[in-house]
């Protein structure tokens, strides 16, 4: 998964407007999951040869509508749309962070929540 976003310059919907409505689009249905990094602003105005203050633009309206999260150094990413959704996603981010710090693989990490998820769901 990555994303993808072209803005095309004989369009009647400002440069600005076709990144935030791709990214929504992308967040909504799925292409993005909740806690996908997006590029930083400067990143993905290059890639698109826009202005910064373009994308950011984009970032801002999308923030506002509660599409992405800007989380400091952490960087930008997909929010969840609901609450329960929204805290698993930032435990799930926690977790993460934690299980590199410990030097796990991705393989390894994934094991154990796979392991956790099989206890907890037990008898549902």
């Known amino acids: 998964m990555s994303l993808k976003v072209t803005v095309d310059p004989e369009s009647s919907a400002a440069p600005y407007e ?3 409505a791709s990214i929504a689009e992308q967040a909504r249905s799925g292409a993005l999951p909740v806690g ?3 590029p930083t602003i400067r990143a993905l105005a290059e ?3 826009l202005a910064a203050n373009t994308v950011a633009k984009a970032y801002r309206a999308l923030e506002s509508d509660g599409v992405i999260e800007t989380r400091g150094r952490n960087g930008t990413l997909i929010a969840a749309a609901e609450g329960p959704q ?3 996603a930032a435990a799930a981010e ?3 962070q934690r ?3 410990l030097g796990l693989d991705q393989a390894a990490a ?3 929540v ?3 998820l099989r206890v907890a769901y037990a008898g549902s």
């Open 114 to 116: 796979e392991d956790a």
């Open 86 to 88: 929204r805290e698993a």
């Open 47 to 49: 890639r698109l040869g």
């Open 18 to 20: 076709q990144v935030r």
């Open 94 to 96: 926690l977790y993460a």
């Open 36 to 38: 996908y990094r997006l």
């Open 99 to 101: 299980a590199r710090r």
């Open 110 to 112: 994934r094991a154990l």
